[in-house]
């Protein structure tokens, strides 16, 4: 018997493996609030009540990547305590809205798994679902991760078996749509125009704001998120590995790029699916972050009131404007970009039409 902690590594993984991750979660407007302290978040829905009830919802929803921030930290202790880096991200659907008040729990299924050919590591794919008190589904993704081998060297029984065949988006007629009363008079609450027919297949917009990530912004995001992995918070272990310094969660990275996207995006209603996204460079603390979009798609979905674009948002550090950003040739496998890149991140938004009035 050991009451030692020490986390699963890769050799712990078989493909079919199941893992009811601990602890639930009730979520609050305080999370709220200090989500937006730590994110800047501007979001009309997540931000105030008044604006969504308008819309026909109960109450202003949680921020979605706030939500995914936490189903993926209470992930940490059986996945990634012994990751060497969080590789990817694909078919990530928000299922349902949550709000002030909803527990959360997390359960997590073994893929696939695939050893390295350095013999020191291996690539787990799993696939985590968060659920609310009424054990219905909220978020469900799938994500790859690096893992240390406890024995470096020794050939591992869970290398072989089938990797898992990934769809590269998360097709329109699989969005979980709500019902919007009126989604168009979010516009009066930003005092933005822009709706889903003013955007244009392969537009990009160069977002104007820049966040620096400070010490404290980083490790306090974590700390929110309830994620336990090492790299964010041992100093002293981190001092002896190759990056000699403490990394900011990309978790944390992806809620900062969506904040900054807001100014070009204001009457966006809420994250629908995350197609695919990768951290292409570590961010450390006093890296200043900016952003690009790029409209990839755009889906009419029929007779609803509200239309999604397919976006690739793109961000970088350490760059004096965000129209520096290169954006690699749509269908490039293997994108290479510069060392300033950290996050490329191919996801869906909800986005209103113009109303039938308006198109008299």
């Known amino acids: 018997m050991t009451k030692n902690r020490v986390g699963n590594f890769f050799e712990d993984f078989r493909t079919g493996q199941s ?7 009730t979520l609050s407007d ?57 590789l990817g991200y694909a078919d990530m659907r928000f299922v ?83 019902t919007f009363m009126h989604p168009e008079s979010v516009a009066h609450a930003t005092a933005c125009n822009d709706l889903w027919e003013n955007y244009s297949v392969d537009e990009r917009i ?33 001092a002896s590995q190759p990056a000699g310094q403490r990394l900011v969660y990309g978790g944390h990275v992806m809620s900062v790029c ?21 951290h292409v460079n570590p961010v450390f603390a006093g890296d200043t972050i900016r952003c690009a979009t790029q409209v990839l798609e755009s889906y009419e979905l029929g007779e609803s009131a509200v239309g999604a674009l397919r976006l690739r948002m793109i961000g970088a550090k350490n760059i004096d404007s965000a129209s520096e950003i290169v954006f690699p040739p749509r269908g490039t496998s293997r994108p290479e970009h510069s060392k300033q890149v950290v996050l490329d991140l191919d996801y869906t938004v909800l ?6 009035g308006d198109h008299k």
């Not at 807001?262 to 966006?268: A, F, I, R, S």
């Open 19 to 25: 893992f009811k991750h601990g602890v639930p979660r």
């Open 30 to 86: 305080g999370d709220r609030a200090l989500y937006i302290g730590l994110t800047g978040s501007r979001s009309a829905l997540s931000t105030a009540a008044p604006t969504a009830m308008s819309l026909g919802m109960p109450g202003a929803p949680l921020e979605d990547l706030l939500v995914f921030n936490v189903v993926f930290g209470k992930s940490v202790p059986d996945l990634s305590t012994n990751a060497v880096a969080n």
């Open 96 to 178: 349902a809205p949550v709000f002030a008040g909803d527990t959360i729990s997390v359960e997590s299924e073994v893929l696939g798994v695939k050893e390295n050919s350095n013999g020191r590591s291996g690539v787990v794919y799993v696939r985590s679902i968060g659920r609310n008190q009424r054990s219905e589904p909220v978020l469900s993704y799938v994500r790859w991760v690096m893992i240390h081998k406890r024995d470096p060297g020794t050939k591992s029984p869970s290398n072989g078996g089938e990797l898992p065949q990934l769809p590269n988006h998360v097709d329109a007629a699989q969005l979980s749509v709500p």
């Open 206 to 238: 160069v977002h104007p704001g820049a966040m620096t990530i400070n010490d404290s912004d980083h490790s306090i995001a974590a700390r929110l998120y309830q994620n336990t992995a090492r790299p964010h918070f041992d100093a002293r272990t981190m």
């Open 258 to 278: 969506r904040s900054l996207s807001y100014d070009g995006l204001e009457n966006g209603l809420g994250i629908a699916a995350i197609n695919g996204g990768s």
């Open 351 to 356: 986005i209103p039409k113009q109303s039938k």
